[in-house]
């Protein structure tokens, strides 16, 4: 790897999407990048893969540096329920720490709550005697030959994998580490999971139930990417392959085997990605990403040109202990069929046709109405040029879909049930904004807009009018962004280490060797991927809180805690951190309970090609007219229309207007101006 990240030469990047599966390529010593669509296939998303390749027209012998991906398949195993069968070794008296969970109501007011069902059926969960107390110092040793009776009995099960948790083992993982080998010896053929290797954190349940999940995951994942790999190889490719982390990050493929519980939001986590790098470029600090997909719309905020992260996040009620970027995800998108209930009420989503048999428009069986089929009967999408005219739209069997089963029922004409769709969608999609920056305490108007996925160019101008925001930003390949986004990708590995102490109780030299032990785990991780030496960086923080409190915030750690006054500034630098999330600070002493090095791999991130510059006058890009039915307005009006590859930089549009490409739609509306920059980004704003 280290050779392909210093020479220029081609690299591509695929997005599995709900709908589509994209590929977006670039030639790095072009500076040009090509995109293209294939449809996903839920029933093995490895043959969307290779379809989006071949249509891309990509040559895997000449593909010189690697490949990145953002895929669905640990996410889709978790939510279906397709994982191995597992079992759970514990301390014994703990056997049932995942099925007990934590006391608290994650649904206060519904009677009819339930906890989510096992992973692991109780007959599967194990008991061993051991015992470590908080320190990590042994209280009761391994007791081996009782462990390899109880290998015996799993071997007379089905099982698949094993998670192993053992009290404490984040403090010492020699007894988890001895039980794993333990158990590979007695079962070769079955793979095994420590929770001192997959989260090696405090926090008995939730390091558990990540550790279940990894395990459960694991040989899904792992036969997956050797599924690509042996057909990536057999095509010829001898570059690498990157997969995204749910935190922004990539690892390889051998790393995303062991640890799948990394990639849950792998696909999503791309458009937030390329959003950070756009923050920067753009010189707009403050963005809100938006990826309209055909399933889903996926939300993030980035402020100050950093995206938003969190260390606990809940996936169909399972608690999982992983860093990973703050999206929000509502059932919003292209697909979201639109229905009309016992009551007469007209409901969108969250139920979506996706790739199969999806809209009725696709002529793919579709036979319930969507949103892509409400824009098309209101005429903002051309029948004729979607997809660079490759897939001919059913504007009658769309239209009949809509007035059939939406216009007639309510009374209204068909036009305005189209409308009624879209904006009930586009509610939705509002709400989830202002309920993500109000948990925050953000303000939306302190950001502008950045549009993504099939449909975020559609809805943008919209909601930027709705959320009263400066400016919506529609990027070079919209459609196709997340993809993009994943060329910016760096490697990245998370080092922790849980030591929950007083700051005040811990000098600043042992907190030093803490650190340096953890920087050369995450340095050597890097060497063993062969990231040359002067790319590779090395972050430290700690999570604190005031002692007593059970919640803590992330603290940047300087590089070197040697000075005399080290603890101090440390304790300052929490101090401020917690007034910035919570609005006040307190004078009580705190508590440094993980610490964490964050080790980057850094690939240089593609630049920019600057395009064509032209003057404000853009009629050299300008097709024709189009009367479009606005869904926020009661009337038709008549929209020019332009193509976005002849738009140069410099050209300013004045609403209304349409702005097509093959793969989507801009809208901008009658009292907006759209200019374009440098780069051929999209920028619309309110005259």
Request: net charge neutral.
């Amino acid at each position: 790897m280290a050779t392909q990240m210093q020479s220029a030469g081609t690299r591509f990047a695929i997005d599995t999407g709900g709908t589509f599966t994209d590929i977006v390529v670039l030639d790095e010593g072009a500076g040009t990048f090509t995109m293209d669509k294939a449809s996903t296939t839920p029933h093995n998303t490895l043959e969307g893969v290779l379809a989006a390749i071949d249509k891309a027209g990509v040559d895997l012998r000449k593909v010189d540096r690697f490949f990145v991906h953002g895929s669905t398949t640990a996410l889709n195993a978790l939510l279906e329920r397709k994982g191995v069968r597992t079992a759970y070794l514990t301390t014994r008296g703990f056997r049932d720490v995942p099925e007990i969970m934590r006391y608290n109501r994650r649904e206060m007011y519904n009677p009819k709550y339930h906890k989510p069902p096992q992973i692991v059926p109780r007959e599967l969960r194990f008991e061993v005697t051991e015992r470590l107390n908080t320190h990590g110092e042994v209280i009761e040793p391994l007791d081996e030959a009782e462990l390899r009776e109880i290998a015996r009995k799993i071997k007379k099960t089905d099982v698949t994998t094993v998670a192993v948790c053992f009290l404490h083992s984040f403090k010492n993982p020699a007894h988890e580490r001895r039980a794993r080998e333990i158990l590979l010896e007695e079962l070769p053929d079955v793979s095994v999971a420590i929770s001192s290797a997959v989260v090696p954190e405090h926090r008995e349940f939730e390091r558990s139930m990540t550790t279940i999940l990894n395990a459960y995951l694991a040989p899904v994942v792992e036969r997956w990417i050797s599924n690509l790999q042996n057909e990536l190889t057999r095509r010829g490719f001898a570059g690498e392959i990157v997969l995204t982390k749910s935190d922004g990050g990539g690892m390889t493929a051998e790393a995303a085997k062991g640890s799948p519980i990394n990639m849950l939001f792998s696909g999503p986590a791309g458009g937030v990605i390329g959003g950070v790098y756009l923050a920067n470029v753009l010189e707009r600090p403050n963005l809100i990403t938006m990826d309209v997909g055909g399933t889903s719309f996926d939300i993030a905020t980035i402020k100050s040109a950093t995206a938003g992260t969190q260390r606990e996040l809940q996936v169909n009620g399972y608690p999982i202990l992983i860093s990973t970027l703050d999206i929000r995800t509502i059932g919003a998108g292209g697909g979201s069929l639109a229905t009309i209930d016992s009551a007469g009420a007209l409901h969108v989503g969250p139920r979506s046709a996706g790739a199969v048999p999806g809209p009725i428009s696709y002529r793919r069986g579709g036979t319930q109405p969507t949103v892509t089929d409400a824009f098309v009967v209101n005429g903002f999408i051309d029948p004729n040029n979607f997809l660079g005219g490759n897939m001919a739209l059913d504007v009658e069997g769309a239209t009949k879909g809509v007035s059939e089963q939406i216009a007639q029922p309510l009374g209204l004409d068909v036009h305005r049930a189209a409308s009624g769709i879209l904006r009930i969608v586009m509610s939705n999609m509002a709400e989830a904004i202002r309920s993500m920056t109000s948990e925050t305490g953000d303000d939306p108007r302190d950001f502008s807009m950045l549009c993504f996925g099939g449909g975020g160019a559609m809805f943008g101008a919209h909601l930027m009018d709705e959320l009263s925001l400066p400016a919506a930003i529609i990027p070079i390949l919209p459609s196709a962004f997340s993809a993009w986004g994943m060329l910016m990708v760096d490697l990245r590995h998370d080092v922790v280490q849980t030591i929950a102490k007083r700051l005040d109780g811990i000098d600043a030299s042992t907190l030093e060797e803490h650190f340096a032990t953890l920087e050369k785990k995450g340095w050597e991780q890097l060497m063993r991927e062969a990231v040359p030496e002067d790319r590779r960086q090395l972050f430290r923080s700690a999570d604190m809180r005031y002692a007593g409190q059970e919640h803590s915030v992330s603290v940047p750690v300087p590089a070197s805690l040697n000075g005399p006054d080290s603890l101090q500034k440390l304790y300052e630098a929490f101090q401020t951190v917690y007034e910035s999330v919570y609005g006040y600070r307190l004078s009580a002493p705190a508590d440094i309970v993980t610490l964490r090095v964050k080790a980057i791999g850094r690939i240089p991130a593609p630049s920019l090609k600057p395009i064509e510059r032209g003057g404000p006058d853009p009629e050299g890009a300008r097709k024709g007219r189009r009367k479009v039915y606005d869904f926020l307005e009661s009337e038709p009006r008549e929209f020019r229309v332009f193509d976005r590859a002849r738009l140069k930089a410099g050209n300013v549009i004045v609403g209304p207007a349409l702005i097509e490409e093959a793969t989507t739609t801009t809208v901008v509306r009658h009292h907006h101006t759209c200019a374009v920059d440098s780069v051929g980004n999209l920028i619309i704003t309110r005259r």
